[in-house]
């Protein structure tokens, strides 16, 4: 191959050769690749008093972790259950990957990874994740997460957004049909899921599958409810279908039955804003 | 690193020494991986754990196999092994991509673990892009065949009785007459079946086959047929009623073109 300026560089065809394979790397590149590794690390940062408790070897006692991925069912636990004003935040995660925003963005992205505790009942661990976790991330992300938990006794719920769209079936669904629960839970799981099965060929991807593959591998108790919408965003109709999920939490913390419609409101708002393409 | 990448679903330790692997390439079409799905279906193998690694793409779904109502439940994760003992049989199923920049770690890991359970030998399924192939590619049969020097050692015969083709070497530079250029070994499309393949002839020594098949992207069921027929004629895993062999289609296959359609529409 000849450069711009006439020399003759030795190049391989890229046509008979492997797209992936791997190729040797010049000293900066792989430093280049270094830095964005380390960058792209999950880390978690804990309070004080869990960070001393983990320190000196002590997991996190938890009988009950309720996980939200996707703004609607963290709205819906926002709603229903942390509205009660008895829950501390005691720790986030963060996460950096190609879909972070810049400095401007600083204060969505340390929000939008919470652990909460509840006060009476410390117990029950409740976590919102509304931002993107790349795929290289979710396995780190949930090895870091469950490395701080007592595993025994320990039951995972996880609340996760769908959209319709990924959902397969022989039957064509109307729009009324929309949205909906399906569940998806590890061996280890004996309790009775709230909703019907997740029906073959559909599968659950992202951070709720390495949840579930964490979970299943290391024989822990874990049910993945996804709801399947036909709604972009947050929405109030979406949030409610996950109330049948909190059912069996209701034992262990009080949850909120029926909040006031203005708090539903004030999450579905909040993005409402940024639209502008009908006004 | 090995031992922690593989973690029994059972109590019972599992032993594979002496058994034969069977596992598919994550390459263009799927074709490996839909030939697996096949051979798990159809024999009823039992799953004996998962390769547990942060090489894959996190995925989870209900039982793939059910066939009635009854075992339609039950969780099934990215990489499983399943194993028929009385026939010295392990499948490993691995039902998502690799990680990019991972790939060659999981290679690594794959490899040391082959070694380390004692498989007597070891076959990939795997394809290749059928718009790559050069001249003397295009003629005859889509199937071609790899063995490592130490696999030749024991099933040079059969190979041979089978009349099987082995996967041609293509000249660096296409056209261009130049001594020094050695022909190589390309897989386009073929994920990490050459680097496998490679990693097993020279450092490891690993009897290891590579089985694939050249295609193109679409429906690739019969292409999935092709391959488990081929394999099938050299390890015996079905009785071959006729010609025709009697692989079960397991559930997961369905909807593969998407949901059913509106029937406003007719």
Partial sequence: ?279 | LNSRMFISSQNLLVAFKRFTLVMPAVAVCNVGQLAVDLIISTLNLSRVGYLHTDCLIPMAGNNPYSTCKEDAEGLHCPAEVFTAAERKLAVLQIRVPIIQKKSKKFRQMLVSWIKSSGFSRTVVLSSSHAYQRDDQQLHGTPLRYLATPSLLKVSVDTLKELGWREMERVPAFPGVKDADAEPRLCIPGGGITKGLYSDSCLAEDLPLAVLLLFCSEGDNIPDAFALVNHLNDWLHLLDTLGCECKWKIPTSWSLLFGSGIPPALF
């Fill in chain 1, 1 to 279: 191959m000849a450069t711009f300026f006439g020399e003759v560089l030795s190049v391989y065809s890229r046509a008979v050769d492997e797209d992936d394979e791997d190729l040797d790397e010049n000293e900066e590149d792989e430093q280049i690749r270094r830095e964005l590794d380390e960058k792209r690390t999950v880390q978690l940062q804990w309070s004080t008093d869990v960070t001393e408790s983990l320190r000196s070897g002590n997991k996190l006692l938890c009988s009950d972790f309720v996980l939200a991925v996707g703004h609607n069912a963290a709205s819906f636990l926002s709603a229903y259950v942390l509205a009660s004003a008895k829950w501390d935040a005691v720790g986030r995660a963060l996460v950096w990957n190609e879909r972070s925003r810049a400095a401007t963005g600083q204060t969505s992205e340390e929000s939008a990874c919470v652990f909460y505790r509840h006060k009476d009942t410390p117990a029950v661990l409740i976590c919102h994740v509304t931002c993107y976790v790349a795929e290289d991330q979710q396995f780190q992300w949930t090895e870091k997460v469950f490395d701080c938990l007592q595993p025994r006794e320990l039951t995972v719920t996880v609340l996760s957004d769908g959209s319709v769209a990924d959902y397969k079936t022989a039957d064509y669904l109307c729009s009324s049909s929309a949205p909906f629960l399906r569940a998806l839970h590890t061996s280890a799981f004996s309790d009775q899921p709230v909703c019907q099965p997740l029906e073959q060929p559909n599968i659950v991807t992202g951070l709720p599958a390495a949840v579930l593959n964490h979970c299943q591998v290391h024989r822990i108790a874990a049910v993945v409810y996804q709801c399947y919408s036909d709604v972009i965003g947050p929405d109030s109709v979406t949030m409610e279908t996950y109330k049948p999920t909190l059912t069996k939490l209701g034992k262990s913390i009080q949850v909120n039955s029926s909040p006031q419609t203005d708090a539903l409101r004030k999450f579905v708002r909040a993005t409402e804003i940024q639209s502008n393409l009908y006004i």
